[in-house]
């Protein structure tokens, strides 16, 4: 389970990026150049990002917790995957 732990970093890369792709787009298809967004506008970018981020990094989160675990074994990534799409 280490070597997919590494990739959970990816979480906060592809939220960020997601954040500012979509504050970028928000801010220069709906506002004057230099108009800020408010409160809501903020946290509706917050929300979006993160359900993307989650949704995109979840099913190795449960191939990773599934190869950590200590009661089941497995032969490899792969086998994890096929166990759990069966």
């Known amino acids: 389970g280490f ?38 506008e903020y946290i509706m970018m917050a929300a979006v990002s993160k359900i993307f981020a989650v949704a995109a990094t979840y099913p190795y989160q449960v191939v990773r917790a599934r190869l950590q675990d200590q009661h089941n074994t497995y032969s490899g990534v792969f086998d994890v995957i096929h166990r759990t799409w069966r």
């Open 3 to 40: 070597v997919p732990g590494l990739f959970g970093t990816s979480h906060g890369a592809l939220q960020f990026m997601a954040y500012e792709d979509l504050k970028e787009r928000y801010k220069y298809r709906n506002r004057v150049s230099d108009t800020k967004l408010n409160t809501v």
